[in-house]
Every structure is written in C-alpha cells, then in structure tokens.
C-alpha cells in the first residue's frame, strides 16, 4: 500500500502512530497525522505552511490545546490502527499526487489529503487557521515547477531535450484546464483505445533559431494527438505557456481523448481562445 510513500511520508506515519501511543488513542486521527506531518522543520510542508502564514509550532500548540491531557500512553509495541478519517486521507493523498502527475507521494500530498478530507480535528484547525486547499495546492505545483527538470514526457513528446537539472523560479499565473459542457471536433472522447497506457502524437513546436534547444518554446501547433489523457495535454500546454497547468477537479484524469488542434499560436492570448473554441477547453489563469 505504501510502496509510492517517500522515506519523509512513512516517517510521517510512524510519528502520527507515535502521537497516537502517546496521547492515548486507540486509533490514529487526523490531528495525529497532522502532527506527524509537522515533525520535520525542514520539510516542504513547513514551506506551504509559511505560504499560507501560518508555522507548525502554532498548529502543534493547538492541536495540543484542543485534545487535552488524553488518557493514559499506550505501549509502542501495541498495534494501533488507522481511523476511517485517515483511510480516507491516505486514499485522497493518492489521488492528489496522481492529479498533480506525481509518482512519490510524500508529506505534502498527506497534507493536501487532510484538506480535502473537510472533517475531524485537524481539518477543523488548518481551517481555523486559513489553511485551505486551493491556495495550498497552488503553492506545491508553483515549488515543484520551480526546482524539478521538465516532465520526461514533455521532452519526447515536444522532441526537444531541455536544459537539465532546476528550472528558475517562475512568478506570474497558474493555469487551471476545465472542459466546457458538449463535445467539440478537436476533443474526440476514445471509449476503447485499444493500447491502453500508450499514445500516439504529433505535435509541433517551434523555437528562436538563436536560442539553444532548452530555450523558451516560441510556438505551439498544428497539434494532432491520439488516445491521449488530459492530465498529458496539460504537460503539453506547459512546456508552451512556461507556466504551471493544473487540472480542474471535475476532470477524469484517466479518460483518453483524440486531441486536434489546427493553427500556429505564438501567444497565450491567441491560444486560448483557439482552445475554448476548438477543442472545448477552458484555461484559466490565477490571480
């Protein structure tokens, strides 16, 4: 079950189970693994937290205050067991770290888990706090964005080969992707793609002949692509746009589309609109 968990989101675990020991609990709630999560000061959920202006020493304090002095420890060697709140955590962490195309789920993804979950303890303190998921889920995609190399299927699909190692941090807008209601010519929904977990692709890209192959993408299309994921199509619209692309949640990140998109575009401005009206796609940016 855990075998996608990073070293720091097990640890996370044994110290949520550690909280509950200590506090007396037959079970591990959400505000244990919320203080197993805030156990490692330099993790990137102190980061998001500081976003958010709030430090784990506040949300420990009050977590603390709220449960009170609890019953009595139970032994480390007792098996205590996860509550229904946290099995639901742990499933939403998963479907977060999948919408969010990452592979390791780590402490960040706990995180945004226990946000989605709106209920129990914990939920009830980050809200108290102004701790939300939106602006939460922003600040992960803009700190991932920023100090990963590009996605492996951006370089294959764009026959590019970017510079490796950190991008440099970009400011501005995130891109939210939503699917306006009724089919549109250039998004066809493939009901049985008979090769599942592979597409096919053309799609073309252009850049500055002075620039080397890492440098700005300076235009996008034609595009044609086939029994392609739209969480794929959002990698795609990155690599142009140099600006994170997140997912609507009304999306289904599994469904396979045949994707057109006719026209050269070399702006943000241009492309849009191209995309709202060919293909029914929605992309709308942050504040």
Same mark, same amino acid.
């Given at each position: 079950?855990f075998?996608?968990?990073?070293?720091?989101?097990?640890?996370?675990l044994f110290?949520?189970?550690y909280?509950?020991?200590?506090?007396?609990?037959?079970?591990?709630?959400?505000?244990?693994l919320l203080?197993?999560?805030?156990k490692?000061r330099?993790?990137l959920?102190?980061?998001?937290?500081?976003d958010a202006?709030?430090?784990?020493d506040t949300?420990?304090?009050?977590?603390y205050?709220r449960?009170?002095?609890g019953?009595?420890?139970?032994?480390?060697s007792?098996?205590?067991?996860?509550?229904?709140n946290?099995k639901h955590? +742990?499933?939403?962490a998963?479907?977060?770290a999948d919408?969010? %195309?990452?592979? $390791?789920?780590?402490p960040?993804?706990l *995180? &945004?888990?226990l946000?989605r979950?709106e209920?129990g303890l914990?939920?009830?303190?980050l809200?108290?706090?102004h701790?939300?998921?939106?602006p939460?889920r922003?600040a992960?995609?803009?700190?991932v964005?920023?100090t990963?190399?590009p996605?492996?299927?951006?370089k294959?699909?764009a026959g590019?080969?970017?510079n490796?190692?950190?991008r440099?941090?970009?400011?501005?807008?995130?891109?939210?992707?939503?699917?306006?209601d009724?089919s549109?010519p250039?998004?066809?929904?493939?009901v049985?793609?008979?090769?599942?977990?592979?597409?096919s692709?053309?799609?073309?890209?252009?850049?500055a002949?002075d620039?080397?192959?890492g440098?700005?993408?300076?235009s996008?299309?034609?595009?044609s692509?086939?029994?392609v994921t +739209?969480?794929?199509f959002?990698?795609?619209l990155?690599?142009? %746009?140099?600006t $994170?692309v997140m997912?609507?949640?009304? *999306? &289904?990140?599994?469904?396979?589309?045949d994707?057109?998109?006719?026209?050269?575009?070399d702006?943000?401005?241009?492309?849009?609109?191209?995309?709202r009206?060919?293909?029914g796609?929605?992309?709308i940016?942050?504040?």
């Open positions: 079950m075998e996608r968990y990073t070293e720091a989101a097990r640890r996370s110290f949520s189970r909280e509950a020991s200590m506090l007396g609990s037959a079970s591990i709630e959400t505000h244990h203080l197993g999560l805030l490692d330099d993790s959920i102190t980061h998001l937290l500081a202006r709030v430090s784990a949300l420990r304090q009050l977590i205050a449960v009170g002095a019953a009595s420890p139970i032994a480390l007792v098996e205590i067991p996860f509550s229904r946290v955590v +742990l499933q939403y998963l479907e977060e919408r969010l %195309l990452h592979d $390791p789920i780590g960040e993804h *995180l &945004l888990g946000l979950l209920q914990a939920w009830d303190i809200s108290e706090s701790v939300a998921l939106a939460v922003e992960l995609v803009m700190h964005s920023a990963t190399a996605p492996e299927i951006l294959m699909l590019l080969v970017p490796e190692g950190p440099a941090r970009r400011t501005g807008n995130v891109y939210f992707l939503k699917a306006l009724g549109r250039g998004r066809r929904l493939v049985d793609y008979p090769t599942a977990g592979v597409f692709s053309f799609v073309e890209f252009n850049t002949a620039r080397p192959p440098g700005r993408i300076q996008i299309g034609p595009l692509m086939q029994g +739209l969480p794929q959002a990698l795609v990155e690599g142009f %746009l140099d $994170p997912l609507d949640e009304d *999306l &289904l990140a599994s469904e396979r589309y994707i057109e998109l006719r026209g050269t575009y702006n943000a401005d241009t492309l849009i609109p191209a995309l009206d060919q293909m796609l929605e992309l940016g942050s504040l």
